[in-house]
């Protein structure tokens, strides 16, 4: 018995058959309803300036050609170099030739469906994309995820996302048959690669979930948790199994992650069980169970204290 992914309307959602352990990023993911959307490009050459407004999505900026700049608030100016990725959450930012100009409003250029934008030459190629999200849940993983990180071409971990974005170039400028599809994968597997990139290169410490789930002990934990979580996990339950104390594990966890571990449990069974609601249809108590409330008062009572309405209207 396996849990497999499926692909409905371009969105990634999950088959459930077991109880397996899971990967907590996939679960993620597959429940938020995760997909790939907007796959841009930008070319261009001479002095330029162009801002961009904070959405709720996880966005991908990857230097194909020439070099560029890019400025985030409270945050010194970055040049990115061909081959670079940096992924974005939500915040506001700025790609510029040079930091010190005034930017122009970049998003009306990519309104009514327009994905490739020039100015003036092709010094400086990019392309975009990014994983937006079916959920209202969104904020769960964006809130735990640093604003901006920055993945270098240079990074002798880098050589699989160098071919990755090759691949991703090659398809966008052939668009051959099956292209949109590839472009489609293509897309998501190389944010996921960035993220290892990254991880590998930096280390988990302020990548906040991202970074605890490479924690070897707060990872097991993670991945305890969502791969049974109706299970009444306690922070002793927890902390032994990491081979941790109690006290330790807590901080640790607390630390990485930015919330506690029984908090985190609990926003994450909520958030499970408002998707089963709005896309199953499920009853309330056969939801409730699912998610580890034996009591269907005390299960709406935790939905109500986190959504601010009962569950009833989740349907």
């Known amino acids: 018995m396996r849990r497999r992914m499926l692909y409905a309307s371009g969105t990634m959602v999950l088959s459930q058959a077991s109880k397996a352990p899971l990967d907590p990023l996939f679960d993620v993911l597959s429940t938020l309803g995760a997909r790939s959307v907007r796959r841009t490009r930008f070319e261009a050459a001479g002095d330029w300036a162009l801002a961009f407004p904070a959405l709720a999505r996880l966005k991908f900026v990857a230097m ?3 070099e560029c700049w890019i400025v985030l608030p409270d945050r010194a100016a970055l040049r990115m170099a061909a081959g670079d990725v940096c992924l974005i959450g939500t915040t506001p930012f700025v790609i510029a030739s040079d930091p010190a100009l005034e930017p122009g409003d970049g998003a009306p250029l990519y309104a009514d469906g327009c994905d490739v934008v020039r100015r003036g030459g092709n010094d400086c190629v990019m392309l975009g994309g990014g994983i937006s999200f079916d959920s209202e849940g969104a904020d769960f993983l964006l809130e735990m995820l640093p604003p901006f990180m920055h993945v270098e071409g240079v990074s002798p971990s880098a050589s699989a996302m160098a071919k990755m974005l090759g691949l991703l170039e090659r398809e966008i400028e052939q668009q051959g048959l099956g292209g949109s599809l590839i472009i489609e994968r293509l897309t998501e597997v190389l944010l996921v690669e960035a993220l290892r990139v990254h991880l590998s290169d930096v280390g988990g410490e302020g990548l906040g979930w991202v970074g605890a789930l490479a924690d070897r002990q707060i990872g097991h934990a993670l991945r305890l948790m969502h ?13 032994a199994a990491t081979g941790m104390s109690r006290s330790a594990f807590s901080a640790r966890f607390t630390s990485l992650v930015g919330k506690a571990p029984l908090e985190y449990l609990r926003n994450w069974r909520m958030i499970r069980a408002r998707e089963m609601l709005r896309q199953d ?3 309330v108590d056969v939801v409730g169970l699912a998610v580890g409330y034996a009591s ?3 299960f709406c009572h935790a939905f109500k204290r986190m959504f601010g ?3 009833t209207r989740g349907r």
């Open 64 to 66: 194909v050609r020439g």
């Open 227 to 239: 791969g049974d979580v109706a299970r009444a996990f306690t922070v002793a339950d927890l902390a």
């Open 281 to 283: 249809g499920a009853r």
């Open 296 to 298: 269907q008062s005390a």
């Open 309 to 311: 309405h009962p569950p």
